[in-house]
């Protein structure tokens, strides 16, 4: 099975390559649009800062081609927010795969820090990639921008306010915290999204 991982400039995408292969998937680390289309799923992860990321993707061929894809595709982190429709970070259009905006959060108390950072637990609903997954599960997150609860939400966090912890629509899936970072909870999400790639309905 071929799995290809996004390549574009954002931080944080070896870690999804150690996890993978971890589960015995060798990812190609790729910023061709053919090798992606060509791909049985596309993992779309990073750390970075929105509007120099979605240059990269457009100067690259890469904006076209994510929102082309028909396989499974898994956004995680920045991957979430920019296949989202825009972002107040940089005031950024962004994929608009998910028509859905992307908020900073403000802080109402002394406490509330900004990224949030650590472990937080998860309210999933019934999806594939969350079979497995139970409400109170903790994952790792890294983030300053969150996407508000919406119609594509399948799973909420709580931090300042409720938001979205993992979206779908169609075939592209996301996480905003780091599953490859998220110990058995994560390696069960990141192993149900490479059983998605051999569900004969993406072929």
Request: aromatic fraction near 8%; charge should be neutral; glycine fraction near 6%.
């Amino acid at each position: 099975m071929e799995v290809a991982i996004v390549k574009y400039n954002a931080g944080n995408i070896r870690s999804v390559v150690n996890a993978l292969e971890r589960l015995a998937v060798a990812p190609t680390l790729t910023d061709d649009p053919q090798q992606l289309a060509n791909a049985d799923c596309v993992i779309f992860p990073g750390q970075g800062e929105a509007r120099t990321a979605m240059e990269y993707l457009r100067q690259h061929g890469l904006d076209r081609a994510i929102c082309r894809l028909k396989q499974p595709v898994l956004g995680i982190c920045i991957g979430q927010q920019l296949l989202c429709r825009h972002s107040e970070e940089g005031d950024t259009d962004c994929l608009g795969v998910i028509p859905v905006d992307v908020h900073r959060f403000r802080p109402t108390r002394h406490e509330d820090k900004v990224p949030a950072m650590g472990w937080n637990a998860i309210d999933p609903k019934p999806c594939e990639l969350l079979k497995g997954i139970h409400k109170g599960d903790y994952v790792y997150f890294v983030h300053s921008y969150y996407v508000p609860l919406c119609d594509w939400t399948t799973a909420t966090a709580d931090y300042i306010l409720p938001f979205s912890a993992c979206l779908r629509k169609d075939n592209f899936y996301t996480c905003q915290f780091h599953p490859e970072k998220s110990g058995r909870v994560g390696e069960r999400i990141l192993d149900n999204f490479l059983a998605l790639a051999r569900n004969a309905k993406y072929k």
